[in-house]
């Protein structure tokens, strides 16, 4: 099977940390220490000491709160930071010419979000909260500045494009030459497999998108998405309530993404 990082999200995520002080009375920006949080070896590199911990610490100074189906950041708008999801689930979409809005990506807790605003200086997409969420807000520049004393900052920074760049190219790869069940299952695939790196089940899920947001992104319409999940729940793969998923048979699942039937 090939490993594509195409689209997380799934059940919710907390991160259980030490009490921090709330330097602010702004209910939006909380002040927060990567060195306390428990989603850190996701988000930032490994193997910092104490000094270069304290100093990302007051990069990363301030949380934000975002509400369900509230934008992060809006397509066109000045690019100024990146942010870190603590808790919840976005999506990130583009609106098309006939006023649909194509879902680009899901993002989870642990990742980073916004690297789509690098390369012009604005974003590209908009960012919206599929649950309530909170996220770190990352000052670019102060980043670009620390990564300059902290080696281990800029190569972080420079994997976590990398990831973006692999995931374009598997998300062209199920558009192009995969059928429908391929899709589907190649999708549920890399949501267990992105719980299960956050310390969840690797067979139960919980879906924080609709049936035609992943349409949207697998390039399928909702009926048929909708005539999918049927048909692996019909054929034992998996169970399906709602929005509740519990996969039955992995192997299953992977023999289909693997399938050599012709396209």
Same mark, same amino acid.
């Given at each position: 099977?090939?490993?594509?990082?195409?689209?997380?999200?799934?059940?919710?995520?907390?991160?259980?940390?030490?009490?921090?002080?709330?330097? &602010?009375?702004?209910?939006?920006?909380?002040?927060?220490?990567?060195?306390?949080?428990?989603?850190?070896?996701?988000?930032?590199?490994?193997?910092?000491?104490?000094?270069?911990?304290?100093?990302?610490?007051?990069?990363?100074?301030?949380?934000?709160?975002?509400?369900?189906?509230?934008?992060?950041?809006?397509?066109?708008?000045?690019?100024?930071?990146?942010?870190?999801?603590?808790?919840?689930?976005?999506?990130?979409?583009?609106?098309?010419?006939?006023?649909?809005?194509?879902? &680009?990506?899901?993002?989870?807790?642990?990742?980073?979000?916004?690297?789509?605003?690098?390369?012009?200086?604005?974003?590209?997409?908009?960012?919206?909260?599929?649950?309530?969420?909170?996220?770190?807000?990352?000052?670019?520049?102060?980043?670009?500045?620390?990564?300059?004393?902290?080696?281990?900052?800029?190569?972080?920074?420079?994997?976590?494009?990398?990831?973006?760049?692999?995931?374009?190219?598997?998300?062209?790869?199920?558009?192009?030459?995969?059928?429908?069940?391929?899709?589907?299952?190649?999708?549920?695939?890399?949501?267990?497999?992105?719980?299960?790196?956050?310390?969840?089940?690797?067979?139960?899920?919980?879906?924080?998108?609709?049936?035609?947001?992943?349409?949207?992104?697998?390039?399928?319409?909702?009926?048929?998405?909708?005539?999918?999940?049927?048909?692996?729940?019909?054929?034992?793969?998996?169970?399906?309530?709602?929005?509740?998923?519990?996969?039955?048979? &992995?192997?299953?699942?992977?023999?289909?993404?693997?399938?050599?039937?012709?396209?």
């Amino acid at each position: 099977m090939v490993e594509t990082d195409l689209a997380p999200g799934a059940a919710g995520i907390a991160c259980h940390e030490k009490p921090v002080k709330i330097t &602010t009375m702004d209910a939006q920006t909380i002040k927060v220490a990567c060195s306390n949080c428990n989603l850190r070896e996701l988000c930032m590199p490994l193997g910092l000491n104490a000094e270069q911990l304290d100093k990302i610490d007051e990069i990363v100074a301030v949380r934000r709160k975002v509400k369900r189906g509230s934008t992060l950041f809006h397509n066109g708008e000045k690019f100024t930071s990146l942010y870190a999801i603590r808790t919840g689930f976005f999506k990130t979409c583009v609106g098309t010419d006939d006023g649909r809005d194509q879902v &680009t990506g899901f993002q989870m807790a642990g990742e980073i979000i916004g690297l789509d605003g690098i390369v012009h200086d604005h974003h590209t997409c908009d960012a919206v909260a599929l649950e309530d969420a909170e996220v770190c807000v990352m000052p670019f520049d102060r980043i670009e500045e620390l990564s300059r004393e902290v080696n281990a900052l800029q190569h972080h920074v420079h994997k976590i494009m990398s990831r973006e760049i692999v995931r374009e190219h598997g998300v062209m790869l199920l558009l192009g030459s995969m059928r429908a069940e391929e899709r589907l299952a190649a999708f549920l695939l890399n949501l267990v497999q992105r719980l299960h790196a956050r310390g969840f089940s690797q067979s139960e899920l919980v879906l924080r998108m609709t049936r035609e947001e992943i349409g949207s992104y697998l390039g399928l319409k909702l009926e048929t998405v909708s005539r999918t999940f049927s048909k692996f729940a019909d054929d034992g793969i998996v169970e399906v309530k709602q929005r509740h998923v519990r996969i039955l048979d &992995t192997d299953a699942l992977r023999k289909i993404v693997n399938s050599p039937a012709c396209h």
